[in-house]
């Protein structure tokens, strides 16, 4: 998952990276509405993570505007604004998910993997791919029933092609999925990672599509 954070508290925003770093997920972190509507129209994004109360307006104002331009990314709201009515609000404005400050790390986790589930139209915990399944919920693999170790980004590109086992993925859209910004980007990083996988799930588990990407071989 690549998750864009918006939270102007310096302190929630460290915690909530560290939290979902650990959990495999690649974040970037903005302060602002404005700073997050260009993220947005410049990058894709699995979910957002998005404060109601920022320094240069509302996050419902902003949500409500690229629900309007048409942007689906799921969002979670985040604030301290916890009565029953802000909840509403938020919903009614288009966000797929709430949660009042404070919170717990692994809820706010869960909660990001189901609406990311739903957007992906998807009810299982787990992805399939013949003998290969994939627990996005506690990063790990199977291939025939027997644990497959991943490194952290071994796991993200898998993670990649298997949620849409059939469409081909690019390099560039495989490395927004292996790095935040600010994070150098090797230039190998993404071929490396595809050796690495074929070695410990089958030469012939990914398909390279010369010029073009990469995807889940056919069954």
């Given at each position: 998952m690549r998750i864009l954070v918006v939270e102007d508290d310096a302190m929630?925003?460290?915690g909530i990276r560290a939290g979902l770093t650990l959990a495999g997920a690649s974040i970037?972190?903005?302060?602002?509405?404005e700073d997050a509507a260009a993220a947005?129209?410049?990058n894709?994004?699995?979910?957002v993570v998005l404060d109601v109360m920022l320094p240069d307006g509302s996050g419902i104002d902003l949500l409500r505007k690229l629900r309007a331009g048409g942007d689906t990314t799921p969002v979670?709201?985040?604030?301290a604004l916890d009565e029953v009515g802000d909840r509403i609000a938020g919903l009614d404005s288009g966000a797929d998910d709430y949660l009042g400050k404070p919170f717990d790390l692994d809820e706010l986790g869960a909660r990001l993997r189901a609406i990311i589930r739903r957007r992906d139209g998807r009810a299982a915990t787990c992805l399939e791919h013949g003998a290969?399944?994939?627990?996005?919920?506690?990063?790990?693999a199977t291939l025939d029933g027997a644990p497959v170790p991943l490194s952290r980004r071994e796991f993200a590109v898998l993670h990649a092609l298997m949620e849409r086992?059939?469409?081909l993925r690019s390099r560039g859209e495989l490395e927004e999925r292996l790095y935040g910004w600010g994070d150098e980007v090797e230039s190998n990083a993404v071929e490396v990672h595809v050796h690495n996988l074929r070695a410990k799930l089958g030469r012939?588990?990914?398909?390279?599509?010369?010029?073009?990407g990469y995807r889940m071989r056919p069954l």
């Open positions: 929630i925003a460290d970037d972190c903005v302060a602002n509405c947005l129209a410049a894709t994004f699995s979910a979670l709201l985040l604030t290969i399944r994939l627990f996005p919920a506690d990063n790990n086992p059939g469409v012939a588990a990914i398909e390279t599509v010369r010029g073009v």
